[in-house]
């Protein structure tokens, strides 16, 4: 099983709002992800866990709160976004937080701020 | 390819030609390198990687080709299908202590039948 769950696929919230966004793997992966992909951009490294700590923090603004409940979790928490936060929020893991380990990405929530 | 605006670069090829398609990084010290395919409503898929110290890599009718010294990617698809049409990306994964993944600006590759 190579794949990445994400839920929900497409997410409407306001501005005042609290929404989570929630990914999934079961390939015993150690390391997972959160990118950002704007509409005919590339996805955007927003954080990084490994062995459910968190490694990299792209100064993004703290509206967003990734959390790392277990190896196979991760959430992604927001609250007061902005209609620029509109976007495609994608998680991807790999086996460790290794240059050359494969992430294999979920196919991403659609999240649209009004 | 460079992005222009709102605009992904696009190449567009007919059926069972050969597509090649091209990138640049930004990192000299860049040592591990990634193409990924993205499919309308998809998530990026993994095709092929290459190490730094190399300078070609073949998978099945794939290959990349790494020139270090002008710090240039490119993408070769053999006998290009209907289905290779998608955004290709391409990355190179940069060690901060951690390492992250800074993708490039993407290519559409439209495969007419």
């Known amino acids: 099983d190579t794949e990445v769950t994400q839920t929900p696929k497409h997410l409407v919230m306001g501005m005042t709002n609290k929404k989570s966004l929630k990914c999934e793997q079961h390939m015993g992966h150690r390391a997972m992800y959160w990118y950002k992909q704007k509409a005919k951009k590339p996805p955007e490294l927003m954080f990084v866990y490994s062995y459910e700590k968190l490694s990299i923090n792209e100064s993004v603004p703290s509206r967003f709160s990734p959390e790392c409940p277990n190896s196979s979790l991760l959430n992604l928490h927001l609250h007061a976004l902005q209609p620029e936060d509109s976007a495609l929020y994608l998680c991807?893991?790999?086996?460790?937080?290794?240059?050359?380990?494969?992430?294999?990405f979920g196919p991403g929530t659609r999240l649209t701020v009004l | 390819g460079e992005s222009v605006g709102l605009h992904l670069p696009t190449l567009s090829v007919q059926e069972g030609d050969n597509s090649i398609i091209n990138c640049a990084y930004s990192n000299s010290a860049s040592d591990y390198f990634i193409w990924y395919k993205q499919e309308s409503g998809k998530g990026p898929q993994f095709i092929i990687d290459i190490r730094s110290n190399m300078d070609k890599r073949q998978g099945q009718r794939v290959t990349v080709l790494l020139n270090k010294t002008v710090k240039h990617l490119s993408l070769q698809i053999a006998a290009t299908q209907p289905g290779d049409s998608a955004v290709y990306f391409c990355?190179?994964?940069?060690?901060?202590?951690?390492?992250?993944?800074?993708f490039g600006a993407g290519t559409r590759l439209f495969v007419k039948a």
């Open positions: 990355a190179e994964n940069l060690n901060t202590g951690g390492f992250k993944t800074i």
């Open positions: 991807a893991s790999s086996r460790q937080e290794v240059d050359t380990d494969t992430q294999y």
